[in-house]
Each structure stands twice: as structure tokens, then as C-alpha cells.
């Protein structure tokens, strides 16, 4: 086996990693999400201008989260390109 083979499956069991850790922070940041929702539909002390910037916040991080995601598969769509050279 030469090294571009073996440099392909550690890129390949690098992307595998990689995307089964994404998916587990996405089912923790889900059940966060969740978890903080019912908290907020408690808080009947908290404002709605406060409930407005969690929201926000909320929407934020997901975006930043894709973002990333969309980064990360990109450059390894990159590094495929290479080895399909």
C-alpha cells in the first residue's frame, strides 16, 4: 500500500470522527435547547426583551455551527479532490 492510500484513510477516518462528534454536540446542543425552552416557558419573570436576546442567541450559535459544518466539509471535499488526482 503507498502512502497516498494510507494518507487517504486517515483524512477518511479523520472526516468519520469528525462528523459523528459533530453529531453528538448537535444532540446535546438540541436537548440544551430544549431543556432552556421549557425553562424560559417557567420564567415568568423574565422579560420579553430577554427572551428576544436568548432567542437571538440561540440562532446564532446554530448559524456559527453550520457555518463551521459547511467549512469543515468543504476543505475535506478539498482534500478528496486531491487524492482523486
Known amino acids: 500500500m503507498n502512502n497516498k ?3 487517504k484513510q486517515v483524512v477518511q477516518f479523520n ?3 469528525f462528523d ?7 444532540l446535546a446542543q438540541d436537548q440544551g435547547e ?3 425552552n421549557a425553562l ?3 420564567a415568568t419573570w423574565l422579560p420579553e426583551d430577554g427572551r428576544k436576546t436568548i432567542a437571538e442567541w440561540m440562532k446564532t450559535y446554530k448559524k456559527g455551527v453550520d457555518d463551521f459544518k ?11 479532490d486531491f487524492f482523486a488526482n
Open 70 to 80: 459547511k467549512a469543515v466539509d468543504e476543505q475535506y471535499k478539498k482534500v478528496d
Open 20 to 26: 459523528n462528534a459533530f453529531k453528538a454536540m448537535n
Open 40 to 42: 424560559l416557558d417557567q
Open 15 to 17: 472526516k468519520t470522527v
Open 5 to 7: 492510500a494510507i494518507l
Open 34 to 36: 430544549k431543556m432552556l
